[in-house]
């Protein structure tokens, strides 16, 4: 049927009309909130790359766990800034780490609040690689070990309830599942960044993890911006491999086309990490004055939403989630 039978603007001509028919609608389900935890106390220490995210100590974490979780949004994400960092990144599996306590406290002073934590290696590297290096690269099956440790320690020493490897390292997936197994924690899923790009929108959050690389880059194990079935392996070899309980495309709106190519092909959800330079380069340009940084905002989440993920990682998720509240 075409014009002039058929008038799609029939079905816009008013906001109840345009509600009803919306195939996509954002709820505080959808998202994680991501934290930056750091030695101390009442520390609130601002992010200049990213206005309104900060790094938090404990209590302070706490305090905004609390705030996440009467806002309805289901879970946090954790990233730990370490007392220290060495080259074997030890305070990453440090039962007494940054990460690990925050857990705990978060735990203790939250109702049902989930708690994902980033099972890497480059916030507690000196180097700030994803992992062991051995000459001029980081060592692959040798950092499977550490992040096996560093996967157990959440879960045990924190009573973490998911854990997300972000390290893109072969076969981590099958090791972190091996040593869960191992220690009883059969339970625990497994948020595998399955497709994650080595990008410059992650700028923002190398400052406010503190996790620049000294030297070289992370080409050689993050993937190259301009594969796309690449990605269908690296999330199949999760599944098959190690049983990922979800599977993750990083950054997201980037990469729609892999959002929707895994929610297609597989039976997993898919989550979305809509990254740190996605977020900073909206708060600029509204700051610019050139769009209302709000509306770019529900929209970016609105389409990576609607090109299939079931959960948006997302600096964003408080202020999606009071203005979906208030509609
Ligand atoms: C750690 C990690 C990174 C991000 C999440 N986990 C940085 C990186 O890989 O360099 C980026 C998240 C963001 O930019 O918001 N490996």
């Known amino acids: 049927m075409a014009f002039p039978i058929d008038r799609p603007r029939r079905l816009r001509s008013s906001e109840t009309m345009r509600r009803m028919v919306r195939e996509t609608n954002l709820n505080a389900n959808d998202f994680i909130y991501p934290l930056f935890v750091c030695e101390g106390e009442n520390i609130k220490k601002p992010i200049g790359s990213m206005p ?5 100590s404990v209590d302070v974490v706490v305090k905004e766990c609390q705030e996440v979780e009467a806002l309805g949004i289901p879970a946090v994400i954790l990233f730990g ?35 994902v934590t980033d ?9 700030g690689h994803c992992g062991i290096i051995k000459g001029e690269d980081v060592d692959n099956d040798e950092t499977l070990k550490h992040l096996a440790m560093e996967a157990v320690t959440h879960a045990k020493a924190g009573g973490a309830d998911i854990v997300a490897p972000s390290d893109m390292m072969d076969g981590r997936v099958d090791v972190i599942r091996e040593a869960l197994d191992d220690h009883g924690f059969e339970d625990i899923p497994i948020m595998s960044y399955s497709v994650k790009y080595s990008s410059a929108f992650y700028g923002p959050f190398r400052e406010a993890a503190e996790s620049t690389p000294q030297f070289g880059d992370r080409k050689s194990y993050q993937m190259d911006p301009g594969n796309r079935r690449e990605g269908l392996k690296e999330a199949e070899q999760d599944i098959l491999e190690g049983g990922a309980d979800f599977i ?4 997201a709106l980037p990469y729609l086309d892999l959002i929707s190519d895994l929610k297609e092909n597989f039976d997993r ?12 380069m909206i708060i600029a340009a509204d700051r610019l004055g050139w769009l209302d940084g709000h ?3 529900m929209e970016s989440l609105t389409s990576i939403k609607r090109a299939g993920a079931d959960i948006i990682i997302t600096y964003y998720a408080k202020e999606a989630a009071k203005a979906l509240k208030e509609d």
């Open 52 to 56: 309104d995210v900060y790094q938090m």
């Open 119 to 127: 099972v890497c290696m480059c916030e507690y590297t000196d180097h």
């Open 248 to 251: 993750m495309v990083k950054p």
């Open 81 to 115: 800034i370490p007392a220290f960092k060495d080259a074997e990144g030890s305070e990453a599996y440090n039962e007494d780490g940054i990460v690990q306590k925050a857990i705990r406290a978060i735990k203790e002073n939250t109702e049902k609040l989930l708690v």
């Open 269 to 280: 959800p898919v989550a979305a990490y809509h990254v740190s330079g996605e977020y900073s």
């Open 295 to 297: 509306k770019a905002m």
